[in-house]
């Protein structure tokens, strides 16, 4: 997608890093045909309000439209008058209260139309040229050359339309086109309710940009031609949907030779000529091909089926944290007279077989690939751009992250939208299963009782008004993604079905049509999901939880939504924050409520309680937002740990509520919009290791969990405590293993750490080394004081931190820290890498572990991966707890 749109609103920093990583690499959708370009630049547009002309003139060659706004395609509305400066940005302070919402303007404020000169000359011998919308919100007419191109107003955000445009090419080679988009049909007020009245969802279309608890309304409800636009030229027969399942049959291992996989593959092809077309169908998947002869008839769609393959030897594809992510190319062409091309596609298929089935030990649903159990950790999304500004290369960003937490699923919440393709080969590339909600949440479509709806559950439950437009786009976007590895999981809805007949249309026709080999789940919390705990099925808590709540209560066995808090830190904060909001929250213990700035309140606040005061009277937002880091990671670390302590016991999987903002939320995030993480990550980072030795800190049982298929043998386990001074104390070391995907507990240290840290607490490391004494696995506890208090680490000396920094190559730095012998520990060092000159960060950069800290006498390395091309004076900021003032000061990179 294109660069121009991809972070319009981010500061200007943030800018240029991004703008280097977009020319730094190209991840394009590979599912393109022969010969496909988008039209993404030189699009204007104006009011429907300022337009007396109809479409047939505006799209006519003699219109003069120079003088029309620049408009932002792919985009909405509201991105192009940003881009124009014609509105304040919305995620910054309080500006979205300053645009006008179309509820109160009504429809026509935010109907505009869109055109757009191209040059595409006729097509010859045959060849047919075709008009592509990926995307439109909510409904189009579409004009080229002075023809109306579709006979009745399309409609449907989730649907993509193509017209055959062969016979509208003007013979000179320049063209016209022009589209009105109009708004989505039922507007929503946005009276602070999740998905405000409810009526959004009358739509099939977004449900949050009417608001949510995380986010505040989008005022034009993305109203636009938001998806990519394309020119397309075939032969006289073109390839459309393409469908490649993999068999993998019995048990798999990543390693070692592999008995054959089974390649099916159909695909649909259109000749839409007068006369019959005979053509070969084919595809070529690791040097063999398949094929098939066909005569299509005239003006015919027909689907081919081809012959089964037998895939030897093959490169499995496997979840993050299991195995690699191998990925074939495989080449779909239709060949006319045995010899002229006519269409050819290229799909990126990982081969691998997605299973479910029930865990009657745990009372859920357990997930498979391959024939191996994956126990999933999960983390809720909404989508990656509320302002619907997508690109190849934020959604890369993005699930790299999710990677890097050690997850391996996502879960697409059902208030948003299927997720584009990019999204997707994104998750190809890193491993992550998705689970994929389909449009409708339990706020809007009726589940509850809610005094802000303005319609009764019985109503709503009924919600959208157009169940064919519903089920049109349900077939629509499972065609789009259904030949992508990471899909794994489909579901009705969030919370809560679609109406029934949906629900039997999809359970009984359309999936087993056009997707049989997934697991259908019929909403988000269902008991098909989980059952029999809690006297039902659910999700939660949310909210922040003492790290007993993950370790000691037995929550739903596959939880699709767990977690809360997410406040980043204050250099984050002041992306968006002016500087007179910036006031630390007040938590008032005997009202149990907190005193929120409006601007913090307004963007989403989720309370910490006592948490943070638990490090030391807060003394600033900074402060504020430097402990809340502490409480963040540990949050994130004890959730994970906690889970898996009790996998295939108690549980099946987990999924965060959630993990990412399509805005400047507070909440429910491992990193912010601007893609800069904060501590949530590396707690999740460090909780989550496939191998990983972790403390129970309720009963001080010290624990091994190994989520691989190997099991792990002859390891020295080590455990020591460190006072506030740094004093070691060597509580022991012993050998230990552990087989595959199980947890094994090895010896509580429960009475010697609450004797260490009863006066002003103590530190707790864990170690895992392999016979070379390589470090497996390491993990750091801070523990609390016999008052459940952090009051030691308010008062620690300076440590004796050095670090050294160097360019491994371009877009890559090895830092290492190093802290002497005899000295404190060196504690939650932040690494950020910076523009020498600004000292701002680099956005995005991606640490292969941070806020780290370093024992005395030890030494740590981290790699940063960044966006290389143009990048110079860089340096490395390390910002530590107790990083004395003389040490803090920024490194320089040595080549």
Known sequence: MPQQFLYTSVKPKIVFALAVLLALNSFNNKAKAQSSYELNTGWKCAAIADVKEDGLKLSDASYNSTAWMPATVPGTVLTTLLNNKKVPDPFYGMNNEKIADIYKTGAKHYTYWFVKDFKEAPAANGGQVYLNFRGVNYSCDVFLNGHKLNKSAQKGMFLRFSYNITSYLNKTGNNKLAVIVYPPDVLGNANGGQGGDGTIARNVGLQYTAGWDWIQPVRDRNTGIWDKVTIQKTGAVRITDTHVITVVPGTRLPEGPQKPAIIQMETEVNNPTAASVTGVVSYDIAGATVSKSVTLKPYATTTVKLADHALQNPKLWWPNGYGPQNLYDVKVKFTIAGKQLSDHKVLKVGVREIQSSWNEHTGSRQIAVNGQKIFIKGGNWILSDAMLRLSDLRYDAEVRFHRDMNLNLIRIWGGAMVERPEFYDACDRYGMLV????????????????????????????????????????????????????????????????????????????????????????????????????????????????????????????????????????????????????????????????????????????????????????????????????????????????????????????????????????????????????????????????????????????????????????????????????????????????????????????????????????????????????????????????????????????????????????????????????????????????????????????????????????????????????LKNLAVDIDGWNTAKSNSQLLKIKN
């Open 435 to 870: 689970f994929q909600d389909l449009w409708g949440s339990g706020d809007c479509n009726g589940r509850w009782v809610d005094p802000m709806k303005l319609d009764d559950q019985w109503t709503r439950r009924k919600y959208p008004d157009d169940h064919g437009l519903f089920l049109r786009s349900a077939e629509d976007q499972i065609k789009m993604v259904r030949n992508h590895a990471s899909l794994a999981i489909w579901c009705g809805g969030n919370e809560i079905t679609p109406p029934e007949d949906i629900l039997i249309a999809l359970k009984e026709d359309i999936f087993p049509r056009l997707d049989n080999t997934r697991w259908f789940v019929d909403y988000s919390n269902s008991e098909e999901m989980s059952n029999n705990v809690l006297g039902g099925n659910g999700d939660g808590p949310y909210g922040i939880q003492p790290l007993s709540v993950f370790w000691n209560f037995k929550t739903y066995p596959f939880n699709s939504e767990v977690g809360s808090v997410g406040v980043s830190d204050y250099e984050s904060l002041k992306r968006f924050i002016p500087a007179k909001n910036m006031v630390a929250p007040d938590y008032d213990e005997n009202t149990r409520k907190s005193k929120v700035d409006s601007v913090w309140d307004y963007h989403k606040y989720i309370g910490y309680d006592t948490s943070v005061a638990k490090y030391g009277k807060i003394k600033g937002a900074e402060d504020f937002a430097r402990k809340a880091q502490l409480v963040n990671y540990d949050q994130y670390r004890g959730l994970a740990e906690g889970f898996t302590s009790h996998m295939w016991d108690w549980y099946t999987g987990f999924i965060i509520w959630k993990t990412q903002n399509p805005w400047t939320a507070m909440r429910g995030q491992m990193y912010d919009y601007y893609l800069d993480p904060n501590a949530c990550l590396y707690g999740l980072h460090n909780g989550g290791e496939a191998l990983h030795v972790m403390y129970n800190p309720i009963n001080g049982m010290v624990s091994l969990a190994n989520n691989t298929f190997k099991p792990s043998r002859s390891m020295m386990l080590v455990i020591k405590a460190y006072d506030m001074a740094g004093k070691e104390k060597l509580i022991t070391q012993v050998f230990c293993d552990i087989v595959p995907t199980s947890t094994k507990k090895i010896l509580s240290v429960k009475n010697v750490m609450d004797e260490m840290a009863a006066k002003e607490g103590a530190f707790l490391s864990l170690q895992l080394l392999d016979t070379d004494k390589k470090v497996l696995s390491d993990n750091l506890y801070w523990i609390a004081d016999s008052k459940g208090e952090y009051s030691g680490l308010e008062k620690m000396k300076d440590d004796a931190l050095t670090a050294q920094a160097r360019y491994i190559k371009p877009g890559k730095i090895e830092v290492t820290l190093t802290n002497k012998p005899n000295s404190v520990v060196s504690f939650f060092n932040r690494i950020s890498l910076v523009d020498a000159g600004t000292k701002e960060r680099i956005l995005p950069a991606f640490y292969d572990n941070n806020y780290i800290s370093v024992l005395p006498g030890e030494q740590k390395k981290v790699i940063i991966e960044y966006p290389a091309a143009g």
